[in-house]
């Protein structure tokens, strides 16, 4: 197996920004690049990887916030979310100066993904599927050779994402959990949106807002 994967927490949110790449090719993609460009670019020479894409779960200001310029500035494909967050990359400016980030530039993402959809870095290739809830756009990145799953922030240990922001839904979000992803197995890990890694099985058993719910 040659997926690999390095999780930077950035911003003042803590947001999870992953770094992922094919160690045959050593080309890399990163998740959700929420912010503090450099310091992701350091790591990504650090570890001696050619970024290629930036791939987006959803476009909330802590997971989007640097996509924009870093796409422009390298010349990056953005690949994601769902186009049912695209009332929230036209607010990135105002999210911004709500949040009190640096300003956020809008953009039009190379490709929108849909449920099913896949897409490759090196001779990986992730399985998206479109969980909405937390955002009408929200996307996951499921690795099924590595048994990993990139949530943002449909699901977190111990808890869910929040519903209370234009466009979420309860209902529809707990709905994403147990039919899109608890599939996906007991045994796969997931790197959530902010905070420790857990898996699916975890949380099947002991999460207080979805545990013992099976889909």
Same mark, same amino acid.
């Given at each position: 197996?040659?997926? *690999?994967?390095?999780?930077?927490?950035?911003?003042?949110?803590?947001?999870?920004?992953?770094?992922?790449?094919?160690?045959?090719?050593?080309?890399?993609?990163?998740?959700?690049?929420?912010?503090?460009?450099?310091?992701?670019?350091?790591?990504?020479?650090?570890?001696?990887?050619?970024?290629?894409?930036?791939?987006?779960?959803?476009?909330?200001?802590?997971?989007?916030?640097?996509?924009?310029?870093?796409?422009?500035?390298?010349?990056?494909?953005?690949?994601?979310?769902? %186009?049912?967050?695209?009332?929230?990359?036209?607010?990135?400016?105002?999210?911004?100066?709500?949040?009190?980030?640096?300003?956020?530039?809008?953009?039009?993402?190379?490709?929108?993904?849909?449920?099913?959809?896949?897409?490759?870095?090196?001779?990986?290739?992730?399985?998206?599927?479109?969980?909405?809830?937390?955002?009408?756009?929200?996307?996951?990145?499921?690795?099924?050779?590595?048994?990993?799953?990139?949530?943002?922030?449909?699901?977190?240990?111990?808890?869910?994402?929040?519903?209370?922001?234009?466009?979420?839904?309860?209902?529809?979000?707990? *709905?994403?959990?147990?039919?899109?992803?608890?599939?996906?197995?007991?045994?796969?890990?997931?790197?959530?949106?902010?905070? %420790?890694?857990?898996?699916?099985?975890?949380?099947? *058993?002991?999460?207080?807002?979805?545990?013992?719910?099976?889909?």
């Amino acid at each position: 197996m040659s997926f *690999r994967y390095l999780t930077v927490p950035v911003t003042a949110f803590q947001q999870n920004c992953s770094i992922v790449w094919c160690d045959a090719t050593n080309d890399a993609a990163l998740i959700d690049p929420g912010g503090e460009i450099s310091r992701l670019l350091a790591e990504v020479k650090r570890l001696g990887l050619t970024l290629k894409a930036l791939w987006l779960t959803h476009a909330h200001i802590d997971h989007a916030g640097g996509t924009g310029e870093l796409a422009r500035t390298l010349d990056l494909p953005i690949i994601g979310p769902h %186009p049912g967050d695209q009332f929230w990359i036209a607010g990135l400016p105002q999210q911004s100066a709500m949040f009190g980030f640096p300003p956020a530039e809008t953009f039009t993402p190379t490709r929108w993904l849909e449920d099913g959809d896949t897409v490759q870095i090196g001779h990986e290739t992730l399985t998206v599927r479109h969980c909405p809830g937390h955002t009408p756009g929200h996307v996951v990145f499921h690795s099924a050779s590595a048994q990993r799953c990139f949530v943002g922030d449909v699901l977190f240990a111990g808890s869910i994402g929040r519903t209370d922001f234009p466009g979420g839904d309860h209902a529809t979000l707990i *709905r994403s959990i147990t039919e899109r992803l608890w599939p996906m197995g007991d045994d796969t890990v997931f790197i959530p949106g902010h905070g %420790p890694e857990s898996s699916f099985g975890e949380e099947r *058993r002991t999460n207080p807002f979805v545990g013992g719910r099976w889909g």
